[in-house]
């Protein structure tokens, strides 16, 4: 924070025992939350930072620098982080000027009245390889070009620095045994590091315990990954010999290993993004409110521990930590869970109650409505159009996706060709229907979702009728 030489004794003493307090773990800044905007029913920035201080938000993380949402945060006090966007990290790699023309049009017009902290060049860069030859050697210089000019405007409490995904690490069990993957470690990681060191920022990383778990159920227990499980099924680390008592820690623990490994074991932490979904698609395991309330509400309450719990291998360390996200996001591309991250409903209303302050007991909340998807589906499922009246009605949106699914070829559409036993009704919703259906069972095998621009959706009810046959796989 700027030093202000008229302050006199009295603030500056009360100041001082402030940062004591915070260096031996005292009271620290409340959690923030990832504002995204990828929905087209959603409220208006205005709207959205209301929300934002009425569910206790110290913090707000977003995407880009989007003027409207600077605005209206202005003069709240909110912690604001600010993304660069990937696309133009080899301009501003390439060009101070151009760096620091972003800064100018994008930063000083809304600086100091909001309240910037952070400027993440690019987000979960190294975890596309397309961009290895094209973006990744540009990220360090991007963000020294950034930081320059920052000191440049004598721009001193804002910190510069990247999100990285956990794919960053090649290897992150057990956690002592962290290790950033090969491809990355030296031309990439290591500059990055120096670069943090250097400027006493932090190494922010999407960490999501969800994602972990669900992809190997069988062997990762969801109560260690809701903060919930008994002393009894503690982890050990053998290399470390520390105890983990949940999945966050593990993987928090493991990127510190791996930036220890590079020699940068002080750099300092912070968490871009992690949350639960609160619904997914039928073959989503343990996507539902009751694992997302618990998940973020116990995550709440650690993290607003006083003194800070940290990590096994960083005790009493602070951290940034923010959720993802503040609204379900009905435009996000993927599978069912993209669209289902958030604390809210996009009109406004909590999927489930949550006080991001810390300060409501978690005995206080409501009960939860009980988990209804924590073990696989087993049974078969369709993709089918469920895009209402009001998509049924873009006959171009709607020609599109069939046009495209239709045109990957393997006899995708054969079916509803004329004279084909689907090809009546002859209509655009149910040839879409038949289409959809077609291609993702083809294809979900090879990553192909239920989704095709919002158009469709998964369901248990098998759309057969008379010799029309739609086909399947169980899970």
Same mark, same amino acid.
């Given at each position: 924070?700027?030093?202000?030489?008229?302050? !006199?004794?009295?603030?500056?003493?009360?100041?001082?025992?402030?940062?004591?307090?915070?260096?031996?773990?005292?009271?620290?800044?409340?959690?923030?939350?990832?504002?995204?905007?990828?929905?087209?029913?959603?409220?208006?920035?205005?709207?959205?930072?209301?929300?934002?201080?009425?569910?206790?938000?110290?913090?707000?993380?977003?995407?880009?620098?989007?003027?409207?949402?600077?605005?209206?945060?202005?003069?709240?006090?909110?912690?604001?982080?600010?993304?660069?966007?990937?696309?133009?990290?080899?301009?501003?790699?390439?060009?101070?000027?151009?760096?620091?023309?972003?800064?100018?049009?994008?930063?000083?017009?809304?600086?100091? !009245?909001?309240?910037?902290?952070?400027?993440?060049?690019?987000?979960?860069?190294?975890?596309?390889?397309?961009?290895?030859?094209?973006?990744?050697?540009?990220?360090?210089?991007?963000?020294?070009?950034?930081?320059?000019?920052?000191?440049?405007?004598?721009?001193?409490?804002?910190?510069?620095?990247?999100?990285?995904?956990?794919?960053?690490?090649?290897?992150?069990?057990?956690?002592?045994?962290?290790?950033?993957?090969?491809?990355?470690?030296?031309?990439?990681?290591?500059?990055?590091?120096?670069?943090?060191?250097?400027?006493?920022?932090?190494?922010?990383?999407?960490?999501?315990?969800?994602?972990?778990?669900?992809?190997?159920?069988?062997?990762?227990?969801?109560?260690?990954?809701?903060?919930?499980?008994?002393?009894?099924?503690?982890?050990?680390?053998?290399?470390?010999?520390?105890?983990?008592?949940?999945?966050?820690?593990?993987?928090?623990?493991?990127?510190?290993?791996?930036?220890?490994?590079?020699?940068?074991?002080?750099?300092?932490?912070?968490? !871009?993004?992690?949350?639960?979904?609160?619904?997914?698609?039928?073959?989503?395991?343990?996507?539902?409110?009751?694992?997302?309330?618990?998940?973020?509400?116990?995550?709440?309450?650690?993290?607003?521990?006083?003194?800070?719990?940290?990590?096994?291998?960083?005790?009493?360390?602070?951290?940034?930590?923010?959720?993802?996200?503040?609204?379900?996001?009905?435009?996000?591309?993927?599978?069912?869970?993209?669209?289902?991250?958030?604390?809210?409903?996009?009109?406004?209303?909590?999927?489930?109650?949550?006080?991001?302050?810390?300060?409501?007991?978690?005995?206080?909340?409501?009960?939860?409505?009980?988990?209804?998807?924590?073990?696989?589906?087993?049974?078969?499922?369709?993709?089918?159009?469920?895009?209402?009246?009001?998509?049924?009605?873009?006959?171009?949106?709607?020609?599109?996706?069939?046009?495209?699914?239709?045109?990957?070829?393997?006899?995708?559409?054969?079916?509803?060709?004329?004279?084909?036993?689907?090809?009546?009704?002859?209509?655009?919703?149910?040839?879409?229907?038949?289409?959809?259906?077609?291609?993702?069972?083809?294809?979900?095998?090879?990553? !192909?979702?239920?989704?095709?621009?919002?158009?469709?959706?998964?369901?248990?009810?098998?759309?057969?009728?008379?010799?029309?046959?739609?086909?399947?796989?169980?899970?």
């Amino acid at each position: 924070m700027p030093r202000h030489r008229e302050m !006199a004794l009295l603030p500056l003493l009360i100041l001082l025992c402030l940062f004591s307090s915070l260096a031996k773990g005292g009271r620290f800044a409340r959690l923030g939350i990832n504002y995204g905007t990828l929905g087209d029913d959603l409220p208006s920035a205005a709207r959205s930072v209301a929300l934002l201080r009425s569910i206790g938000a110290g913090a707000v993380k977003i995407y880009d620098a989007n003027p409207a949402i600077l605005r209206a945060l202005a003069g709240t006090r909110l912690r604001v982080s600010i993304m660069v966007p990937n696309e133009i990290i080899p301009s501003l790699g390439t060009n101070a000027s151009l760096a620091d023309a972003w800064v100018a049009a994008y930063l000083t017009p809304f600086y100091p !009245a909001v309240r910037v902290r952070y400027l993440l060049v690019g987000n979960e860069i190294l975890s596309y390889t397309s961009l290895a030859n094209s973006t990744w050697p540009f990220l360090v210089p991007a963000m020294v070009n950034i930081h320059r000019s920052l000191i440049a405007r004598s721009i001193r409490d804002v910190k510069v620095s990247t999100t990285f995904a956990m794919d960053a690490l090649g290897i992150s069990f057990p956690p002592s045994a962290g290790a950033f993957r090969s491809d990355i470690a030296e031309p990439v990681i290591r500059p990055l590091l120096r670069f943090l060191h250097k400027t006493r920022s932090y190494y922010f990383v999407d960490a999501y315990p969800y994602l972990a778990w669900a992809s190997n159920p069988s062997s990762i227990r969801l109560d260690y990954a809701l903060f919930t499980a008994n002393s009894s099924f503690n982890y050990f680390d053998p290399g470390s010999k520390l105890t983990y008592t949940n999945l966050l820690d593990q993987m928090l623990d493991a990127v510190a290993a791996a930036m220890g490994r590079l020699g940068f074991g002080d750099v300092r932490m912070a968490v !871009a993004e992690t949350g639960w979904p609160n619904a997914g698609d039928l073959d989503q395991i343990g996507a539902n409110v009751h694992n997302a309330a618990t998940y973020n509400r116990n995550l709440v309450q650690r993290m607003a521990a006083r003194p800070a719990a940290g990590t096994p291998a960083r005790p009493g360390a602070l951290m940034p930590v923010f959720i993802f996200s503040l609204y379900n996001e009905n435009q996000k591309p993927g599978p069912g869970t993209e669209r289902h991250w958030g604390l809210l409903y996009p009109h406004g209303k909590m999927a489930y109650d949550v006080d991001l302050s810390g300060r409501r007991p978690l005995a206080s909340y409501p009960s939860l409505p009980p988990p209804e998807n924590n073990e696989p589906y087993k049974g078969r499922i369709w993709c089918v159009f469920g895009g209402g009246r009001r998509a049924a009605s873009n006959a171009t949106a709607v020609g599109a996706a069939l046009a495209y699914a239709c045109g990957q070829g393997n006899g995708t559409c054969d079916g509803i060709r004329p004279g084909g036993p689907c090809h009546k009704p002859n209509t655009i919703v149910s040839h879409a229907s038949y289409a959809f259906n077609s291609y993702w069972q083809l294809f979900r095998r090879a990553g !192909a979702t239920c989704f095709f621009d919002g158009l469709a959706l998964q369901t248990k009810t098998d759309p057969s009728y008379g010799s029309c046959k739609y086909r399947s796989l169980a899970n």
